[in-house]
């Protein structure tokens, strides 16, 4: 086995972060390179000035490749946004002739049939995901191929986002002179990087908390049952403590990150915050209760919302594993006792693991994301090695990806 590398680029609202793997003969991914650096032209996960995000983009791959000694010509890239939807669908065909061994064309034209569902012109395919397949009747089958059968039928997770916003962060990318090796939705990336297979076949509830978007996922029967990107993160509990404080948004935020709490209850009446460590010319003192209680509200405001949608999904009450919370604002102390409240769920801070290399400085929820894409990236990758054939180059390429892609879901 040669060494690859893989990238992963997690575009968000408040950072982007630039994450570069390296996978040894052994099969083992080391963590090789970190690229990070502040989001500008961004907001709620969607690109809102193409320069701004680009050089934010650029910079950030800068400091990963000084690191890795890498040059980053193709990359995973996280896609979220309150633009994403998503819907189960299901597609049946016949096994013609009758009752042989069922091989990998079936599956595919079973998908065709899934994915052939009414979409608006202004919107675009992103996944479709296989929850599990039927073959005459016998459901819960992982993988088909081999079984022999009348009728197929697969159960997929459809997921689209609108064009403009996928199609401005592909232009992003590409400006900044990478590759775009797959999109992928940050939630399932995340997922990759924090979620056991225990959990998911229990059924889970993942929620990654960013700067700019909550993404919401189910998990059942060990695959992804809904897709949620809600317009509400991090910057939202910033802005109500820069409001209520009379405070610069900066200011708020590095309040937040140091004192911040989401259980006034804990925080003793008299522990007081001295302003001046981050505004020299300002002698004010702030009650730290009072910035737990800013923050508190808002965040139950948020998992109210993310117990409305787990409602939806049709499966409140029945998710043993719990809420699982990642990205940067999961890192709030008491979020997740005040998730568990709230969703009368087991809850847990969910952070990669397992990681070699530079993995100290990114054992992190905020670092789930690009994590969580470094590890999708390494099943194809993996794929990619042992398959020894030739690509057909009349194929177009998202065809190519997406038959890779396909069987890297097949066991």
């Not at 793997?21 to 080391?30: A, F, T, V």
């Not at 990205?327 to 568990?340: F, H, N, S």
């Not at 670092?367 to 194809?380: D, I, S």
């Amino acid at each position: 086995m040669q060494e690859r590398v893989i990238v992963g680029i997690d575009v968000g609202t408040t950072k982007i972060c630039v994450l570069v793997g390296e996978l040894d003969r052994d099969g083992k991914l080391n963590i090789v390179g970190v690229g990070t650096c502040p989001s500008q032209g961004l907001r709620r996960g969607v690109v809102v000035n193409i320069e701004e995000t680009v050089t934010s983009i650029a910079a950030a791959l800068d400091r990963a490749e000084r690191l890795s000694g890498k040059k980053i010509v193709s990359a995973y890239v996280g896609i979220t946004g309150s633009h994403i939807d998503s819907e189960n669908s299901k597609g049946f065909v016949a096994i013609s002739p009758s009752h042989r061994d069922i091989e990998q064309n079936d599956i595919s034209r079973a998908f065709e049939v899934a994915q052939a569902i009414a979409i608006p012109a202004n919107r675009e395919i992103i996944h479709v995901i296989p929850r599990g397949y039927v073959v005459d009747g016998q459901e819960d089958i992982k993988n088909p191929i081999g079984m022999s059968g009348f009728r197929l039928e697969v159960e997929t997770h459809i997921i689209t986002g609108a064009v403009s916003a996928i199609h401005n962060l592909i232009k992003c990318v590409h400006k900044a002179h990478v590759e775009i090796e797959d999109l992928v939705l940050e939630p399932l990336a995340s997922g990759e990087a924090v979620l056991a297979d225990g959990e998911t076949d229990l059924g889970v509830v993942l929620v990654d908390i960013g700067g700019g978007t909550t993404d919401i996922a189910v998990y059942t029967d060990g695959a992804i049952w809904q897709t949620v990107a809600l317009p509400l993160g991090g910057n939202q509990i910033t802005n109500d403590i820069a409001i209520g404080l009379r405070l610069p948004f900066g200011v708020a935020e590095e309040l937040k990150v140091t004192y911040g709490h989401c259980d006034p209850s804990l925080i003793d009446e008299d522990d007081m915050i001295d302003l001046s460590q981050f505004m020299p010319d300002c002698n004010d003192l702030v009650p730290r209760k009072l910035l737990a209680e800013i923050i508190q509200a808002r965040v139950e405001e948020l998992f109210a919302m993310v117990h409305e949608e787990v409602k939806k999904s049709g499966y409140d009450g029945l998710l043993p594993a719990g809420i699982v919370l990642t990205g940067g604002t999961a890192e709030l102390p008491g979020i997740d006792e005040l998730a568990g409240q709230i969703l009368d769920l087991p809850a847990r801070i969910g952070s990669p693991l397992g990681l070699h290399g530079l993995a100290d400085s990114i054992s992190r929820p905020a670092y789930a994301t690009a994590v969580g894409l470094l590890l999708w990236g390494l099943r194809h990758t993996s794929l990619m090695i042992e398959e020894d054939e030739p690509e057909d180059e009349g194929s177009p390429d998202v065809l190519s990806r997406f038959g890779r892609w396909l069987r890297a879901f097949i066991p």
